[in-house]
């Protein structure tokens, strides 16, 4: 998909697991992309399609039950190429990674905030841990941070706690976290779900504004495709555990080849659609990720199957890089 020395970050055959005892769930099986340097990939999806467990593994944040089978995860750091499933999941080296050079902002601010800790301690403590500063240097950076993401009196909110703040500010608060040690890479997990339309757009645009200032690579993760044509370069479609399309945001959003991915796109609220036309719906629902049907997993819903959606489904290229899993991408042109 690109040179590597345009990449931050290749993800190659990425297979993960969870083992629930009486049952095993691949949550991803045979994940590969590439992030490009200062560029956003949007990895998008119903929920429960891998996309957070896909963050996870790069990060060597699975739980105890989840485990990597295969596949390789390499960062393409400053000094040279680390694979990171290689490494221990709490060892030195991931450690110095996770946070300073790749950064996560997750789901959900209130939980992942701690309460009983100051805003100012919680913004500091990867500083003070990854870099050779003095906590005033480190206060200062903080500040500087927060007040970049357009929260004022920056200095006296340091000794605010989380629940002094509204559900923006929090989340504006956690992409300051995820920023203050300036990472390479930054993984966005559905950053805006909790908060309203004017919210959304105000982070968005702020999220843009830092990435430009730092030139840092993101990976965001969501299941709005109104946010992915706004903020990505590139998108992956991921459908229980795989990719069935990958291009760039004018292919697939202007010419989805997948059934699945013109299905989510058919879901989307349009402004003006008039109260008369109802949104349409995908038909059915996702499997149990421990009983995926065998080949293509989508045909249980897909408009388009026949037999031959029985057997997995190879990947095809469409042209400049566009790639779909399907077998019936003819019919699915046609109609």
Known sequence: MSEQHDLILKVEELKTSFDLGSRVVNAVNGVSFTVKKGKTLGVVGESGCGKSVTAHSI?????????????????????????????????RKMRSIRGKEISMIFQDPMASLNPVYTIGNQLCEPLLHHESISKKEAVDRAVEMLS????????????????????????????????????????????????????????LELMKNVQKQFNTSVILITHNMGVVSDMADEVVVMYMGKIVEFGTVEQVLSCPQ??????????????????????????????????IPEGCAFAP???????????????????????????????????
């Open 148 to 203: 970049l993401l357009g929260i004022p009196s920056a200095l006296t909110r340091l000794k605010d706690y989380p629940h002094q703040f509204s559900g923006g500010m929090k989340q504006r608060v956690m992409i300051a976290m995820a920023m203050v040690c300036n990472p390479k890479l930054l993984i966005a997990d559905e950053p805006t779900t909790a908060l309203d339309v004017t919210i959304q757009a105000q982070i």
């Open 59 to 91: 990060l060597q944040l699975l739980p105890r039950l989840g485990k990597i089978n295969a596949g390789q995860i390499t960062y393409y750091g400053e000094e040279k190429a680390v694979v990171l499933n290689q490494l221990e999941r709490n060892g």
């Open 301 to 335: 819903r897909c408009d388009f199957a026949t037999d031959q959606c029985r057997t997995a489904p190879s990947q095809t290229d469409e042209g400049q890089g566009h790639l779909v899993r399907c077998w019936n991408l003819e019919e699915v042109r046609k109609g």
């Open 258 to 291: 997948h059934p699945y991915t013109r299905a989510l796109l058919r879901s989307v609220p349009v402004l003006g659609i008039g109260r008369s036309n109802r949104l349409e719906t995908i038909r059915g629902n996702t499997p149990d990720p421990s009983e």
